[in-house]
């Protein structure tokens, strides 16, 4: 017998895996594995999702209106050029659907999200990776990785689960220098973490080119991932593409609702900044003076090395795991020797610096 055949490059995909929620039976544990919130969303949020339950049997609004309002509102933006995603992840698998295929290439720092790979062999197109510096994107290598069969470039700034960033004018740079037929995604998914007068999440680039897409996210600071939220800032014809190819209802009655006051509620999201900015130092600190290797970051995580410790990465993570502490390995982005943690309540990030100083005999 033969047996239906998958399109050329479903095979080659390694399936996506989340960080880590269980650690053992019944066990209570702080999940510091996907770079959640540890504010959890805004109240006014949660009393609007809730409001919407009992009309769960109706179908959300198609063009998610209200939503695209708000945040245009909130950000200064035109809401003609915003399109939301069941998640950021949607939206970008949609633009590997839309733009490659089978010939064409989808290029990204060495340590880029998992996905954009992923959703690039679903479209059949291959995906390309270019070396980093100290782990972080380098604009140079990129260029220099680019070929006539390039279609994509994705730049995750900041990016994940490394942390580090590009400042603006290398942003620019790389516009500038890359062909017009290609197209560049900013994945801004931490960019409300990021403080640096040098940063920018990419929206100028999108205004005034026809070829840069900004994606952002619900998922992170706003604390509604599991609702699944993502939008895209586009220009006008890559606007139309995605609203022809994406799913009727793509997003859900809840997270339009809850979306719609997270967006609004930036006393919020400022609480949220403000645990970031004192627990990042903190933890930095903490680590190093352990022994341990960290990347400076920019996010709401630390990439934190263990090569120099004399001991190894998965034993770190099991023993942190029997604590009821889940740290998320790294294997599959290339970093077999790092954990990555997210910036926790307070007594668990006090308990991960514990648990590791005990595990390091310090």
């Known amino acids: 017998m033969t047996t239906p055949v998958p399109q050329p490059g479903i095979m080659t995909i390694s399936p996506y895996v989340g960080g880590k929620s269980k650690a053992g039976e019944n066990q209570n544990v702080a999940k510091l594995s996907s770079n959640e ?8 949020a949660v009393a609007a999702i809730e409001a919407v339950v009992a009309n769960a049997h109706r179908y959300p609004d198609g063009g998610s209106l209200l939503i695209t309002d708000a945040i245009a509102e909130v950000h200064n933006l035109d809401a003609a ?3 939301c995603g069941n998640g950021s992840d949607e939206l970008i698998s949609l633009l590997n659907t839309a733009y490659v295929g089978p010939g064409d290439e989808v290029l990204f720092p060495e340590h880029g999200f998992l996905m954009y790979a992923i959703s690039a062999a679903a479209a059949g197109a291959t995906p390309v990776k270019a070396p980093e510096i100290d782990r972080t994107a380098d604009v140079n290598n990129l260029l220099a990785a680019v070929t006539e069969k390039t279609k994509i470039v994705f730049l995750a700034n900041p ?3 490394t942390g580090t960033y590009l400042p603006h ?6 516009r500038e220098s890359l062909r017009d037929d290609i197209l560049l995604v900013l994945d801004a998914a931490y960019a409300e973490y990021v403080s640096r007068d040098d940063y920018r999440a990419g929206v100028e680039l999108v205004d005034t080119n026809d070829n840069v897409v900004v994606t952002r996210t619900f998922s992170k600071i706003y604390g509604l991932a599991g609702l699944r939220l993502g939008w895209a800032y586009c220009p006008p014809a890559i606007i139309d593409v995605l609203h022809r190819v994406r799913g009727p209802f793509n997003v859900n009655a809840l997270a ?3 979306g ?3 967006v609004r509620d930036q006393a919020h999201i400022e609480k949220a900044r403000q645990h970031n900015d004192k627990w990042l130092p903190i933890l930095t600190q903490s680590f190093r003076g352990m022994g341990l290797g960290i990347t400076p970051s920019v996010g709401n995580f630390l990439l934190i090395d263990f090569e120099e410790s004399g001991k190894s990465a998965a034993d770190a993570e099991a023993y ?3 604590k009821g502490l889940l740290l998320r390995a790294v294997a599959g982005y290339g970093l077999p020797t790092c954990l990555r943690m997210t910036i926790g309540q307070d007594d668990e990030n006090h308990a991960v610096i514990e648990a590791l100083s005990e595990f390091l005999g310090n």
């Open 37 to 44: 919130s540890p504010l959890g969303p805004s109240p006014k």
């Open 81 to 83: 050029r915003i399109v």
């Open 159 to 161: 990016n994940n689960p």
């Open 169 to 174: 004018s290398e942003v620019v740079r790389l």
């Open 256 to 258: 339009q609702a809850g």
């Open 260 to 262: 719609v006051e997270a």
């Open 320 to 322: 942190l795991a029997k």
